[in-house]
């Protein structure tokens, strides 16, 4: 099915089989090869926090894919008997039903942890990191709930896999976060020690909550993610 989402581009949705429900998720697709998974955090809210991010690509010529996981918007459910691990497995059995293999990762709040862990595995190339959560290989398989809170603050997997990822990176982090210490995206940029190139941007006056869009308004945040992209070479030129 397709639908026009605020007279945006037409994205395609699905509704994928996952243990006996189904995960909400919609495509759009572009004219480049570079395409785009985007990954939602663990809040209120759900894919639609892309809905800009994922026009500005489509208008530079990348497709993308976002779902909604268990709990959130369109799929619903019960956010407590879901955990990471669940989350992973959800994101790969959307990934089965995709025709594009995506080159791109995007991950906000806990979604770039998922995104971190599995950029080797999809051998990405790009990986864009927004008001970054991480969390300890304990918490992996804990449901999401008070037990989850208690074990996610031990030193985590995240930085090996950083470690590891040879792409471009850029990380994004909101000067006033009260969720994230701003130590946080500081190691993860320390840590990707074999990335091809590495940003950290910190949007100034901005909370973890809403960064997306601050990130479109801001010149700086607009440079950053044509570098990141490689927007800013001649095709990215002839797109925009």
């Not at 189904?22 to 495509?27: G, K, P, R, T, V």
């Not at 990335?195 to 941007?201: D, K, R, T």
Request: some cysteine.
């Amino acid at each position: 099915m397709d639908h026009p989402l605020n007279d945006q581009p037409l994205f395609h949705s699905m509704r994928v089989p996952f243990e006996g429900r189904e995960l909400y998720a919609d495509s759009l697709q572009a004219s480049e090869d570079a395409y785009a998974l985007c990954i939602h955090g663990g809040g209120s809210k759900g894919s639609s926090v892309y809905r800009e991010f994922r026009h500005f690509l489509f208008v530079h010529g990348i497709g993308s894919t976002a779902l909604d996981c268990l709990g959130h918007e369109r799929t619903g459910g019960n956010l407590e008997g879901s955990s990471l691990a669940s989350r992973e497995k959800q994101i790969l059995t959307v990934l089965r039903h995709l025709t594009m293999t995506p080159t791109i990762l995007v991950g906000a709040s806990m979604g770039a942890y998922n995104a971190i862990l599995l950029a080797k595995r999809l051998g990405v190339q790009q990986l864009i990191l927004v008001v970054p959560g991480i969390y300890a290989p304990q918490a992996f398989n804990v449901p999401f709930g008070p037990e989850f809170s208690a074990v996610i603050r031990s030193e985590s997997d995240a930085w090996l896999a950083l470690g590891e990822f040879t792409g471009r990176l850029l990380v994004v982090a909101a000067e006033c976060d009260e969720v994230v210490p701003a130590e946080i995206p500081e190691k993860i940029v320390s840590s990707a020690c074999k990335a091809e190139s590495v940003q950290l941007l910190t949007i100034p006056g901005a909370k973890h909550k809403g960064l997306l869009p601050q990130i479109l308004n801001s010149a700086e945040g607009v440079q950053a993610l044509k570098t990141c992209l490689r927007l800013d070479t001649a095709r990215g030129q002839a797109l925009a």
